[in-house]
């Protein structure tokens, strides 16, 4: 589990269910997301999320989400 | 956001699924956890109903009561525990194939009945499961591994056939539109009678790779484009029409409910006989 802190929310990514379909790195409006080397998705530029959450509700294997922080 | 609710609902501890990568079976799967969550379901007073197909498998992603019927057959075992556990909320995840293919004539019926279910139909117009066969919603001229040179039949439109047969809730709407889908899936489980949430999905490996659309994000895409809201649509001149589907919440109708007519007739009868006794 991996998790981007950032402005008071985060970005939490499950590498393990990640499939690599890259339909959130192309759904991002902020282009934030990669693929990395070994084909999991990765916040690669976190400082341009807006935490939209178009990603999450893209994804089809619950990989990715995004939370408020407490 | 509800997400943080979805562990009350769904078994995490069995993901990753076994859809392939970027299948919209999954999209839809969280649309109707994340409408569980904010409707706050009790999990030990729900239970998820799937046929056979990949879309069936849905069922057993929810921590409650679910069952993996047999393919078509969903409904029937819906109706049977909805029946004697009136109590429950019943839904039932069905692949188009499963609902309007082998399981067609269980469909109209479960619609003309009225009973308090509500259905979810994952229409990516193709069999997934059994390797990307025509189904009876393969738009005409699409590819499938059994219509190589295109479909020549003109395919159901499911949630026009479900209004017809009298189902008294229908929506329709996109994997692409997941806010839809939280808000259709709520109210159809609000609804009482029989319920019917068609979302147009869809299947990058079968129906997207015969039919030049690999990726899913393009599929996606393509879904938003060929589909209107119920709004816009009524603007719209027949050709405009042509080549799109209409979606939003197309129907919603008050209509005696099956299982409290069953239950009612029961308890008239019961009363009847006691007085019957007393003579
Ligand atoms: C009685 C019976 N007939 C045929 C099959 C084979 N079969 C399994 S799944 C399926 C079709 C699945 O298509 P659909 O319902 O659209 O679900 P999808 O996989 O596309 O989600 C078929 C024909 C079966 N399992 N049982
Ligand atoms: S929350 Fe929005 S901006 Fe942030 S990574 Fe996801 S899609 Fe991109
Ligand atoms: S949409 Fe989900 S499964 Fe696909 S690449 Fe993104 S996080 Fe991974
Ligand atoms: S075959 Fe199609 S419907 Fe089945 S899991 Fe794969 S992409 Fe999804
Ligand atoms: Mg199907």
Same mark, same amino acid.
């Given at each position: 589990m991996k998790r981007y802190?950032?402005?008071?929310?985060?970005? #939490? !990514?499950?590498?393990?269910r990640c499939k690599g379909c890259g339909v959130c790195v192309q759904s991002c409006p902020m282009n934030v997301l990669i693929l990395n080397?070994?084909?999991?998705?990765?916040?690669? #530029? !976190?400082?341009?999320?807006?935490?939209c959450g178009i990603c999450e509700q893209r994804c089809p294997d619950f990989a990715i989400s995004v939370h408020k922080s407490v | 956001m509800a997400y943080?609710?979805?562990?009350?609902?769904?078994?995490?501890?069995?993901?990753?699924?076994?859809?392939?990568?970027?299948?919209?079976?999954?999209?839809i799967t969280h649309a109707l956890a994340c409408a569980m969550a904010e409707l706050r379901l009790d999990p030990d007073r729900t239970a998820v109903i799937g046929g056979i197909g990949c879309s069936g498998r849905a069922a057993f992603l929810f921590d409650m009561d679910a069952m993996h019927t047999t393919h078509g057959r969903a409904i029937v075992f819906a109706t049977g525990l909805k029946l004697v556990r009136p109590q429950l909320t019943v839904i039932l995840t069905l692949g188009d194939g499963d609902a309007v293919g082998i399981g067609g004539n269980h469909f109209i019926h479960a619609c003309r009945r009225n009973l308090d279910l509500t259905a979810i139909i994952y229409n990516n117009s193709i069999y997934g499961q059994t390797g990307g066969q025509v189904a009876p919603t393969t738009p005409p001229h699409k590819k499938s591994?059994?219509?190589?040179?295109?479909?020549?039949e003109y395919p159901f439109d499911i949630a026009q056939l479900a209004i017809a047969a009298g189902a008294t809730y229908v929506a329709r709407?996109?994997?692409?539109?997941?806010?839809?889908?939280?808000?259709?899936?709520?109210?159809?489980?609000?609804?009482?009678?029989f319920a019917v949430i068609e979302v147009l999905t869809h299947c990058p490996t079968y129906y997207g790779r015969l039919n030049e659309m690999r990726d899913p994000y393009e599929m996606l895409h393509r879904l938003k484009e060929h589909t209107v809201p119920l709004e816009e649509w009524?603007?719209?001149s027949a050709e405009e029409r042509a080549d799109k589907i209409v979606v939003g919440e197309l129907h919603c109708q008050e209509r005696p409910e099956f299982v409290e007519s069953y239950y009612a007739l029961i308890t008239r009868m019961q009363s009847q006989q006691v007085k019957g006794d007393g003579n």
């Open positions: 802190e950032q402005n008071g929310f985060f970005l #939490e !990514i499950e590498p393990r080397d070994a084909g999991k998705v990765e916040a690669k #530029e !976190i400082m341009r999320c807006v935490f | 943080d609710l979805l562990e009350e609902y769904l078994r995490v501890e069995r993901l990753p699924h076994v859809w392939c990568p970027g299948c919209g079976h999954g999209v591994t059994t219509s190589p040179y295109g479909n020549l709407t996109t994997s692409f539109d997941f806010r839809d889908m939280v808000k259709f899936i709520k109210r159809g489980i609000l609804h009482k009678g009524e603007q719209l």
